[in-house]
């Protein structure tokens, strides 16, 4: 597959790269220590820059765990995305590719171990139930997008529909993990799948 490539502007690409540089640092502390235990000051000396320039980018120590949980969001959306172009005209197979690919990334991330882990973490927990509409926002609007450029080539309409409840079910698995024994990827794509099969059908008989 070609993809279309466009020039980033250095004002945005440095700005990416500020974000992904501060992200990252937060992920490797989180590796040695509970998300309690993190402050801005540990993000911005392991990440290199200063306080002032993470709040600056973030605003706070929540606004931080917010880019982290939107990079995640992004995350989902690219395993969705890949896992359509490794499975073309084969939806369900794609489902479950992407997204078992995005629970297993999920349930090893540092934030979500922590979150799921220790003492209960209310902004942790805000980030992802009452206060995850940017994230939802986000990540529906990237999948929508994928699912119109895609093989499916469903209209913005059909691919909000889909992208929507697809986002808002797969991340209620992570505040909530399944049973260990259940495949929830298969499940979720037998739930979603006849949808996008119904899509390409009608489309087909145009």
Do not use: C
């Not at 402050?39 to 931080?64: C, P, W």
């Not at 917010?66 to 172009?85: C, I, N, T």
């Not at 479950?96 to 171990?113: C, K, T």
């Not at 979150?115 to 209960?120: I, K, N």
């Amino acid at each position: 597959m070609v993809r279309n490539e466009t020039t980033v502007p250095y004002p945005e690409a440095s700005r990416a790269l500020l974000r992904n540089s501060v992200l990252d640092a937060m992920r490797d502390l989180l590796l040695e220590r509970d998300w309690s235990k993190v402050t801005l000051s540990d993000v911005s000396a392991r990440a290199g820059v200063s306080r002032q320039t993470l709040y600056n980018e973030f605003g706070s120590r929540l606004g931080l765990g917010q880019a982290y949980a939107l990079r995640l969001a992004e995350d989902f959306v690219d395993h969705v995305d890949a896992a359509m172009w490794r499975n073309v005209d084969d939806v369900r197979s794609a489902l479950i590719e992407g997204l078992r690919a995005f629970f297993l990334d999920s349930a090893s991330d540092p934030l979500i171990v922590s979150l799921r882990t220790g003492e209960v973490k209310p902004d942790l927990l805000r980030l992802i139930t009452l206060d995850a509409a940017p994230i939802i926002d986000k990540a529906r609007q990237r999948l929508s997008e994928s699912f119109q450029k895609s093989w499916v080539r469903a209209t913005e309409a059909e691919a909000n529909t889909f992208s929507e409840a697809l986002v808002r079910i797969a991340m209620s698995y992570i505040a909530m993990p399944p049973s260990s024994f259940r495949d929830v990827a298969a499940e979720l794509s037998t739930v979603f799948s006849p949808f996008v099969d119904a899509l390409i059908a009608r489309r087909s008989l145009a």
